[in-house]
């Protein structure tokens, strides 16, 4: 069987550049194609270069279409807006489409599901193992503890990043909720500010820390009377995230068109 081709969209972004690199060393996949916005300085370079690999032959180029024609898949951590108009393409195309992009409204979500009607999409908050494995831990936490052990997420990433909580905080609280049986959009607690009065029973809160260049830290903590159970990961590579979501462009290549999550590219499913 022939290389998987990957464009890579964002690709003069750390994560862009990241992904790169991961095609480069990880069997099975090729890079094809590289995509950045109309105006970027990178138009024209080499992506391996711009990577730091040295020439790949391929340029960097404001066209996704074309790009997107030559490919099987597209790897994507770019915005949710860039992200649902390459979703669209992909869905146009027919070609697997990996997404790594965090922020995404409803809205945008919506998007991405109509697009998987007609291409093969993984989507989620967190493309690495450690992380999709600690979503488990926690939705069986979760379930096993009554609500006597509040729910607390604690995250912490670089200074630069735009959105909270993070996509994998909330990937987190996801799984704690679908633990207890619940509504995470119902019962969770964003922002304390004031006179809070005493914390709701059952209630998932979250709590976000910025500064300089933490790759992401996340904490899942169960605070019962006289205990408290923390479940924590540490991102110390953005290259964890980029060879994941390779991993994920790998396992969804031939599949059947749909929405999978890296759950689903783990095998971490019931």
């Given at each position: 069987?022939?290389?998987?081709?990957?464009?890579?969209?964002?690709?003069?972004?750390?994560?862009?550049?990241?992904?790169?690199?991961?095609?480069?060393?990880?069997?099975?996949?090729?890079?094809?194609?590289?995509?950045?916005?109309?105006?970027?300085?990178?138009?024209?370079?080499?992506?391996?270069?711009?990577?730091?690999?040295?020439?790949?032959?391929?340029?960097?180029?404001?066209?996704?279409?074309?790009?997107?024609?030559?490919?099987?898949?597209?790897?994507?951590?770019?915005?949710?807006?860039?992200?649902?108009?390459?979703?669209?393409?992909?869905?146009?195309?027919?070609?697997?489409?990996?997404?790594?992009?965090?922020?995404?409204?409803?809205?945008?979500?919506?998007?991405?599901?109509?697009?998987?009607?007609?291409?093969?999409?993984?989507?989620?908050?967190?493309?690495?193992?450690?992380?999709?494995?600690?979503?488990?831990?926690?939705?069986?936490?979760?379930?096993?503890?009554?609500?006597?052990?509040?729910?607390?997420?604690?995250?912490?990433?670089?200074?630069?990043?735009?959105?909270?909580?993070s996509g994998?905080?909330?990937?987190?609280?996801?799984?704690?909720?679908?633990?207890?049986?619940?509504?995470?959009?119902?019962?969770?607690?964003?922002?304390?500010?004031?006179?809070?009065?005493?914390?709701?029973?059952?209630?998932?809160?979250?709590?976000?820390?910025?500064?300089?260049?933490?790759?992401?830290?996340?904490?899942?903590?169960?605070?019962?009377?006289?205990?408290?159970?923390?479940?924590?990961?540490?991102?110390?590579?953005?290259?964890?995230?980029?060879?994941?979501?390779?991993?994920?462009a790998l396992?969804?290549?031939?599949?059947?068109?749909?929405?999978?999550?890296?759950?689903?590219?783990l095998g971490?499913?019931?």
């Amino acid at each position: 069987m022939s290389d998987m081709r990957l464009v890579v969209v964002g690709a003069a972004g750390r994560m862009g550049q990241a992904l790169i690199r991961a095609i480069d060393e990880i069997d099975g996949a090729v890079l094809s194609g590289a995509i950045e916005r109309e105006g970027s300085d990178a138009l024209g370079r080499d992506a391996g270069e711009l990577a730091g690999l040295g020439p790949l032959g391929v340029p960097v180029t404001d066209d996704p279409l074309s790009a997107f024609l030559e490919a099987d898949g597209v790897v994507d951590f770019t915005s949710p807006d860039a992200t649902c108009s390459f979703a669209e393409l992909c869905a146009q195309v027919r070609i697997v489409h990996v997404i790594g992009t965090t922020g995404c409204e409803p809205r945008h979500d919506e998007a991405i599901e109509a697009a998987a009607r007609h291409a093969t999409i993984v989507k989620s908050g967190n493309m690495s193992l450690g992380v999709n494995l600690l979503a488990g831990l926690v939705r069986k936490a979760a379930a096993a503890l009554d609500e006597d052990f509040d729910i607390e997420v604690l995250e912490m990433h670089h200074k630069h990043k735009v959105d909270a909580p993070s996509g994998t905080a909330l990937l987190l609280g996801e799984a704690a909720a679908e633990g207890r049986g619940i509504d995470l959009k119902a019962r969770s607690v964003r922002v304390r500010d004031g006179i809070t009065g005493a914390r709701g029973r059952g209630d998932i809160g979250f709590a976000t820390l910025r500064g300089g260049s933490v790759i992401g830290e996340h904490s899942v903590i169960f605070a019962g009377e006289g205990e408290r159970i923390e479940l924590t990961h540490q991102a110390q590579d953005r290259a964890i995230f980029a060879r994941g979501a390779i991993k994920a462009a790998l396992w969804a290549h031939g599949r059947k068109r749909g929405l999978y999550s890296m759950a689903d590219v783990l095998g971490l499913t019931d």
